[in-house]
């Protein structure tokens, strides 16, 4: 026994029993679940059970929510970039927030054939919901509105949609949760993970994101997203649809 177990058996006595009856709804074939509460007496015996009250659930209910919600809520001063923040339930949230364009070093899969170097990225969108991270181009590093355009993101490991297949990126999560250090961790997942895999159809205009990637690769890199009009504009998705 260690020391934490035998604290608890030794500061701690038996109070409440909660049993949880679980069975199937026989027209929806979904599970239905019945809990019912047991004291315990001096003796460590469960008694005679009875409902467990709504009251006693709803304030279960708000201590791990709230556990959840201080282990996970991001604090600190909103950053320039920021374009929403909304805590979710369950200790996560839904962050949006845009980059202008820049360089940054992108690591490719040997597979891909293409070096890992430096290179001018477009503006993007990032947005993280609960686990996942979407991301989009912007066409202009302005500070986006609710009706700026958004563009396909032109990378690998990028479906259609914008979901990001977060690859082999070893970041550690922060342990000061700000907002700046929750981005940049998000972005750092992004960033250093290999792009190895074209996930759905055409990232670019010419249809080639091998060979567009080749052209703005190098040690010092010049030309930029501006410069080829590469980018390919959804039909009807703007900032305002993923805020």
Known sequence: MND???HIMNDYKPELAIIVYR???????????????HKVNENGEILAGSPLRQDTIQQM???????????SEIKGLFTDN???????SRGSYRLVWYRPAEVRVLHHAPQLK??????WVPAMIYVVDGDDLNVYALAS?????????????????????????????RVKKPADATFTNIMKYWEDLFWLSE???VNG?????SRDLKAVWKKLLGKRPVKKWSDIDELIPYENKTVKSVL
């Open 141 to 169: 590093d302005n500070r986006p509105t609710e009706t700026t355009k958004l563009y396909k993101a032109p990378f690998f490991n990028v479906n259609d949609s914008g979901d990001v297949c977060l690859g082999n990126a």
């Open 82 to 88: 920021l374009l929403s923040y909304r805590p979710q």
């Open 23 to 37: 069975g199937v709804n026989e027209i929806s074939g979904y599970g239905e679940y019945y809990l019912e509460s």
């Open 195 to 197: 792009f190895s895999h």
């Open 201 to 205: 159809t055409e990232k670019v205009k």
């Open 4 to 6: 934490r177990l035998e």
């Open 114 to 119: 293409i070096p890992t170097a430096k290179a």
């Open 61 to 71: 209910v708000d201590v791990f929510f709230e556990d959840r919600k201080n282990s």
